[in-house]
């Protein structure tokens, strides 16, 4: 039922902003999952790219698991050091900037498409 996935989902989420360990999703780690990451604090121009991501996602047909990062820390493990910063996959795309939909679009379809 779709309240139940709601409120999983939010549990979850609560629990991972908490910094509370969480089991991971069925699909994470699966091949085919495009895994992003959005790391900044919380700036305007972090606010951007996260929902300039979650914009193009409604459009495009890709399985992903967006995760918004805002732990300093966590940034060190991508030797990100300016943000926003994406990463896709493990790999940082760009850092510094908002890409644009564009580069986007053409990070997330090749990711997928392996």
């Known amino acids: 039922m779709a309240q139940d996935e709601y409120a999983r989902d939010l549990l979850r989420f609560y629990k991972l902003r908490m910094g509370f360990p969480v089991e991971p999703l069925p699909y ?6 495009v895994e992003i990451k959005v790391l900044g604090p919380g700036c305007a121009r972090c606010r951007q790219l996260e929902k300039d991501v979650r914009n193009l996602l409604g459009e495009i047909n890709v399985a992903t698991d967006l995760e918004k990062i805002e732990d300093m820390n966590e940034f060190a493990e ?11 996959n493990g790999q940082v795309k760009m850092a510094g900037k908002v890409p644009t939909k564009g580069q986007l679009k053409e990070w997330i379809e090749e990711a997928a498409n392996g």
């Open 78 to 88: 991508y030797n990100v050091v300016v943000t926003p910063a994406l990463v896709i």
């Open 28 to 33: 994470e780690g699966i091949p085919g999952v």
